[in-house]
């Protein structure tokens, strides 16, 4: 059975840092980009950060560029996605997803960014 699992979420002050980690199983994680994505309240969802499988090239969305890091460890089917100087308006749900064509999602972990 294809699963994905996010975890990592959290409450975090701005200006403060937390990791996700989306770990995979039930198909060749390897072979597989990986995508972060965000959906805040009352927002559409938004692509934020992809890295391809062998995690030799990556791109983000303006609005976490050079603040978010994706990478991934095909060897424990894991992909990150390390945040740092976070912002109120990062807080949304973060979801992961594994795309060959085919696309499977994880369920979402929550980032509340407030003081």
């Known amino acids: 059975q294809v699963q994905l699992v996010e975890s990592g979420g959290g409450l975090v002050q701005p200006g403060g840092s937390l990791r996700l980690s989306c770990t995979a199983s039930g198909f060749t994680f390897s072979r597989y980009a990986m995508r972060w994505y965000r959906q805040a309240p009352g ?59 085919v696309e499977y999602w994880g369920k ?8």
């Open 43 to 101: 927002k559409e969802r938004e692509l934020i950060a992809t890295i391809t499988t062998a995690g030799g090239s990556t791109n983000y969305a303006d609005s976490v560029k050079g603040r978010f890091t994706i990478s991934r460890d095909n060897a424990k089917s894991t992909t990150y996605l390390q945040m740092d100087s976070l912002k109120p308006e990062d807080t949304a749900v973060y979801y992961c997803n594994a795309n060959r064509g």
């Open 108 to 115: 979402g972990t929550l980032v509340t960014v407030s003081l």
